[in-house]
C-alpha cells in the first residue's frame, strides 16, 4: 500500500495516537521539512507544481521508502539523543 493509499485508508488523517513515542517526536522535528524534501528525493522540484500533484506510483513510493528509511535512521543514530 503507497502511502497516498494508507493516507486515505485512514481517513486522511495521521495522528499522534497512530504513532510510537520515537515516530511522534521524528515527525515533531521532520515535519517542518517534510513537504520539500518530499520533491528533492523524488528530483522533481522543477517538474510538478506541488508534493500534492506527485503521481501515486510504485516508483515514487519506493524512492521515498528508501530515502525516508535513510533519514530515520541517521535521525535515530545522530539526532533523538
Known amino acids: 500500500m503507497t502511502g497516498p493509499q ?3 485508508r ?3 488523517v495521521l495522528a499522534s495516537h497512530m504513532l510510537n513515542e520515537a515516530g511522534n517526536v521524528y515527525t515533531a522535528s521532520r515535519y517542518d521539512n517534510y ?3 518530499y520533491l528533492f528525493y523524488l528530483n522533481l522540484e522543477d517538474e510538478v ?3 500534492y500533484h506527485v503521481p501515486d506510483t ?4 519506493e524512492a521515498i521508502k528508501f530515502n525516508l528509511d535513510e533519514d530515520f535512521q541517521y535521525w535515530q ?3 533523538s539523543r
Open 77 to 79: 543514530e545522530h539526532i
Open 58 to 61: 510504485w516508483e515514487n513510493y
Open 35 to 37: 513537504l520539500s524534501d
Open 6 to 8: 494508507l493516507y486515505e
Open 10 to 12: 485512514a481517513g486522511g
Open 49 to 51: 507544481e506541488s508534493p
